[in-house]
């Protein structure tokens, strides 16, 4: 078994893996703890986002849908076949129709599906494809905390970023956030304030990738933050 499989549970949570590859690290979960709850967090977080983007369908699309299909014939009529003297020069008006409705109801699925498939200058649609760039790139490396529901950072060196998933952290004091921070040979630096995503629950945080960081931690901080670290850290993970 070779350490390469460990790096797909991105990728392997998100359906990005070729049959082939993905075969055989459905293998590789029956026999590796870490790596199944890995792809299980992942996938709840892939679940949490997508629910945050979750669209209401303009009223009465599917009405409109419907009543252009059943006004559309599916297959064109079955007839005799007839042995024509000359060749026909121009389409029967009952074929033309028949094409144009046809059309029809093609450009409102394909203009429903683009609608609800396209890329939208929505905010959070924006960071959940950027999210996923990183857990799918070529170069994405996930390292988890030793504890269970510990924290979970996937980097990826092409994309220059980290994506932080928080895991199960302690319940906050009263006015108190929790605060990540890059460590490296360069210092201490923050990444900013995890988000609340639900009861003792945080959303995936995505982060520059400064060189040197060796280590993601994280602190609870008195509200607002702090320039350093003034608590011992809840949560500490060594990238190399």
Same mark, same amino acid.
């Given at each position: 078994?070779?350490?390469?499989?460990?790096?797909?549970?991105?990728?392997?949570?998100?359906?990005?893996?070729?049959?082939?590859?993905?075969?055989?690290?459905?293998?590789?979960?029956?026999?590796?703890?870490?790596?199944?709850?890995?792809?299980?967090?992942? @996938?709840? $977080?892939?679940?949490?986002?997508?629910?945050?983007?979750?669209?209401?369908?303009?009223?009465?699309?599917?009405?409109?849908?419907?009543?252009?299909?059943?006004?559309?014939?599916?297959?064109?009529?079955? *007839?005799?076949?007839?042995?024509?003297?000359?060749? $026909?020069k121009k389409p029967s008006v009952r074929i033309a129709l028949w094409s144009a409705a046809a059309a029809a109801v093609g450009a409102?699925?394909?203009?429903?599906?683009?609608?609800?498939?396209?890329?939208?200058?929505?905010?959070?649609?924006?960071?959940?494809?950027?999210?996923?760039?990183?857990?799918?790139?070529?170069?994405?490396?996930?390292?988890?905390?030793?504890?269970?529901?510990?924290?979970?950072?996937?980097?990826?060196?092409?994309?220059?970023?980290?994506?932080?998933?928080?895991?199960?952290?302690?319940?906050?004091?009263?006015?108190?956030?929790?605060?990540?921070?890059?460590?490296?040979?360069?210092?201490?630096?923050?990444?900013?304030?995890?988000?609340?995503?639900?009861?003792?629950?945080?959303?995936?945080?995505?982060?520059?990738?400064?060189?040197?960081?060796? @280590? *993601?931690?994280?602190?609870?901080?008195?509200?607002?933050?702090?320039?350093?670290p003034s608590t011992p850290a809840v949560a500490m993970i060594d990238l190399a």
């Amino acid at each position: 078994m070779t350490a390469e499989l460990h790096t797909l549970t991105g990728a392997y949570a998100l359906d990005a893996v070729p049959e082939e590859e993905a075969a055989a690290f459905k293998r590789h979960l029956r026999g590796c703890d870490a790596c199944r709850q890995e792809v299980q967090e992942l @996938r709840e $977080t892939a679940a949490r986002l997508g629910k945050s983007l979750a669209a209401t369908p303009p009223p009465g699309l599917r009405e409109a849908t419907l009543t252009a299909v059943s006004h559309t014939r599916q297959w064109p009529p079955l *007839v005799a076949a007839v042995r024509r003297a000359e060749p $026909t020069k121009k389409p029967s008006v009952r074929i033309a129709l028949w094409s144009a409705a046809a059309a029809a109801v093609g450009a409102l699925v394909f203009g429903l599906v683009t609608t609800t498939t396209e890329p939208a200058a929505d905010p959070a649609q924006q960071q959940l494809a950027a999210v996923n760039s990183v857990l799918t790139a070529p170069d994405a490396s996930t390292v988890k905390g030793a504890k269970p529901g510990a924290p979970t950072v996937v980097t990826s060196q092409s994309q220059g970023k980290v994506v932080l998933l928080a895991g199960d952290l302690p319940p906050l004091a009263p006015g108190r956030v929790y605060q990540v921070w890059l460590i490296g040979a360069s210092g201490v630096h923050s990444a900013g304030l995890l988000a609340e995503d639900g009861p003792h629950r945080t959303r995936p945080m995505m982060t520059d990738l400064p060189a040197g960081i060796d @280590r *993601v931690g994280i602190t609870a901080e008195p509200m607002g933050g702090s320039r350093t670290p003034s608590t011992p850290a809840v949560a500490m993970i060594d990238l190399a």
